[in-house]
């Protein structure tokens, strides 16, 4: 697979993921997808429990893309997954084989004030 068709197939996944297609969304990854969570110390194994783990999900979820990277296989997506209401920056980290995903890394950032010690070296930006 191209870097055209991977983005295109990207573009499929994220646009389900908002539209909370789950089936679509689990489109693009190998049935033994490993899926791992840094923060919380926990790693998916398939796309089946990745998918179910997914579809269970408590919150309210929308997804905003800052932007994607990548060619060959391994592309990067920057974006805020809002939980009820609640963002939260995320960085997936796609590692792709055979043209579906077989390893993800997702990191997740909540957003915090600024320290006033450094407000004369910055600007505000919007959070998405």
């Not at 679509?24 to 429990?49: C, F, K, L, M, W």
């Amino acid at each position: 697979m191209g870097d055209q068709e991977t983005r295109a197939a990207l573009d499929r996944h994220w646009a389900a993921s908002a539209a909370g297609d789950q089936d679509a969304e689990h489109e693009i990854y190998h049935d033994d997808v490993i899926t791992d969570y840094p923060q919380s110390g926990e790693r998916i194994h398939g796309r089946r429990n990745l998918q179910t783990l997914r579809s269970n999900h408590p919150a309210k979820l929308t997804f905003t893309i800052r932007r994607i990277l990548g060619s060959g296989d391994l592309w990067i997506t920057e974006y805020v997954i809002d939980y009820d209401g609640k963002p939260a920056s995320t960085i997936s980290i796609m590692e792709f084989r055979n043209g579906k995903v077989a390893h993800e890394t997702q990191y997740f950032a909540d957003p915090f004030t600024p320290p006033a010690w450094r407000a004369q070296w910055v600007e505000s930006i919007p959070f998405f």
